[in-house]
């Protein structure tokens, strides 16, 4: 349960302080004055141009579920629209307790909260893993979901944390749980 409750304080302070560095400064209102004091007409603020989005349309990039032994290393392809991503991975383990795993996977996000340098989404996916351990090579069947927080360090850069479940079911193992051992992804991606 602490590990859970560190997870959870660590997103929401990595987005707290994202939001107030997006947000700074817009508390203040736009003031206008004229010379002349008889003028009845407004007079109009500068308009200032909508920042570019951050991310892009594509993107590749790297994410660790789990951690120690049972750490999933995978290669991830991220196809986005609007507030929809597709995201393709191809993972590994090596050495792990349940020997050389090798992975494949989609999960699909939707944006819940979008500012100029983080996102807070949802996400949902589904993965097929193949392992050897002492009984025999193994195919397990997984699916998950979960939340999670995008901070782009760069307009092209981000650095991602989620939280979530899994469900995994194999020949000698059905598991219903968190996200590796500790309940989290961590990766990053570089959007092109």
């Avoid at 939001?19 to 004229?34: D, P, V, Y």
């Avoid at 990039?61 to 929809?84: I, P, Q």
């Avoid at 819940?112 to 392992?131: C, E, P, Q, R």
Wanted: charged share 15%; hydrophobic share 40%; net charge neutral.
């Amino acid at each position: 349960m602490k590990k859970v409750l560190s997870v959870v304080l660590c997103m929401m302070l990595v987005s707290s302080v994202a939001f107030a560095q997006a947000n700074k400064g817009s508390g203040t209102a736009n003031k206008s004055t004229s010379s002349s004091s008889t003028s009845k007409a407004p007079v109009k603020a500068a308009a200032t141009p909508a920042p570019e989005p951050n991310g892009g349309m594509m993107a590749v990039g790297y994410t660790v579920e789990g951690s120690g032994e049972n750490a999933l290393n995978n290669l991830a392809f991220r196809f986005c629209m609007m507030d929809f991503a597709a995201e393709a991975l191809f993972g590994f383990e090596l050495g792990g307790d349940r020997g050389n795993v090798w992975g494949i996977g989609f999960k699909a996000f939707y944006n819940l909260i979008k500012h100029s340098n983080f996102n807070v989404y949802a996400t949902a996916g589904l993965g097929l893993d193949i392992y050897s351990e002492k009984a025999g090579d193994t195919t397990a069947f997984k699916l998950l979901f979960g939340a999670g927080t995008e901070y782009f360090l760069a307009k092209n850069l981000s650095v991602s944390m989620e939280v979530g479940m899994n469900g995994y079911w194999s020949k000698h193992v059905d598991h219903f749980g968190t996200y590796g051992d500790w309940m989290s992804s961590l990766g990053f991606r570089y959007y092109l």
